[in-house]
């Protein structure tokens, strides 16, 4: 709808040689949840090759932002946007990039979905207590088989520490891959965001 500000929903594939690009994702990170929301969703490739299939978000971290900097703007100026409902997401790498993207303030992000993510590498409780005051909040979900991962309670102690606002969820039964359930999780999620 050209005349009524949509909101706006990102997400992002693994960083992986054979999965880890947005025809993948898309197979699994499916949008009807989403756009019976009214969200625009938007799969956004890295640029960073790791195979002649596979593309990486965690290699340079940088690029990842310029990358997606570039995506966003883009959709910034063809779509009228709803700029207090915009959020990021992504399986594993494409997490983690979610979290550094929501966290660091530069873009008007109101918060990430992260799907088996690990820690950011510009992360820090000061940074958390800064995104919090934003009003950013965060909704991270880990299988049952990794939940006790030590880079993942790494980045839950410092969420914690910070007394940043998140959910977790814990999808049983699996280990670093998607739910089967996943459109009941981002029913919970996204309003929780929100």
Not at 74 to 81: D, G, Q
């Amino acid at each position: 709808n050209p005349t009524a500000p949509a909101p706006l929903f990102f997400t992002m594939h693994c960083d992986s040689g054979f999965f880890g690009n947005i025809d993948f994702h898309k197979r699994l990170w499916k949008p009807d949840t989403l756009l019976q929301q009214g969200f625009i969703v938007v799969y956004i490739q890295s640029s960073q090759q790791l195979s002649s299939k596979g593309f990486g978000w965690e290699m340079n971290t940088e690029q990842s932002q310029i990358d997606f900097q570039q995506c966003f703007s883009e959709v910034m100026e063809k779509y009228l946007i709803n700029t207090n409902k915009i959020i990021v997401s992504g399986f594993s790498g494409g997490a983690t990039t979610s979290i550094d993207i929501a966290i660091n303030g530069k873009l008007p992000i109101r918060g990430f979905i992260a799907l088996c993510p690990d820690k950011p590498k510009q992360f820090s409780i000061d940074i958390c207590k800064n995104a919090n005051q934003r009003g950013t909040s965060g909704v991270l979900l880990v299988g049952e088989q990794i939940k006790d991962d030590p880079d993942f309670l790494d980045l839950v102690d410092t969420l914690n520490a910070a007394r940043f606002r998140y959910d977790l969820i814990i999808n049983e039964g699996i280990g670093h891959w998607y739910p089967e359930i996943l459109s009941e999780k981002l029913s919970h999620a996204i309003p929780f965001i929100l």
